[in-house]
């Protein structure tokens, strides 16, 4: 069963940065990916990067209004997905949500074919003065 748990949510001031890391256990299939979400109240769930690992390599896939901004990274310990934000502006302010996929078989855009079945409980990230 993979399991998921986010932390290093907080409250930062606008132009600061945050890193939010995502550990992650129990992927058992040779494809898998692991995606950040942010949901805002009242906004439907976005999708901030992902990243993809296949055949030892790791595949990163950001929206390309965040492109720049955000970057998603495997940590040295290789049991956890990080996420570092700058610039951070006051419409960052979410619930972060990492995501897990993991397939048999490979996809080139297993990052967005919407196949995300395992969740973490969500860190909030609150961007204010």
């Known amino acids: 069963q993979v399991q998921l748990v986010e932390s290093g949510g907080d409250l930062v001031q606008p132009g600061g940065s945050l890193r939010l890391s995502c550990t992650a256990s129990g992927f058992a299939l040779p494809y898998y990916a692991i995606g950040w979400f942010r949901q805002a109240p009242g906004k439907e769930r976005e999708e901030v990067s992902c990243v993809q690992f296949a055949d030892g390599y790791a595949y990163t896939w950001y929206p390309s209004h965040l492109k720049g901004r955000f970057t998603i990274s495997r940590d040295s310990a290789e049991n956890a997905v990080s996420l570092q934000m700058n610039s951070l502006q006051p419409d960052d302010t979410a619930v972060y949500y990492c995501?897990?996929?993991?397939?048999?078989?490979?996809?080139?855009?297993?990052?967005?074919?919407?196949?995300?079945?395992?969740w973490g409980q969500g860190t909030q990230v609150t961007v204010a003065s």
């Open positions: 995501a897990g996929v993991e397939t048999a078989y490979y996809y080139s855009d297993l990052c967005w074919r919407n196949m995300f079945e395992y």
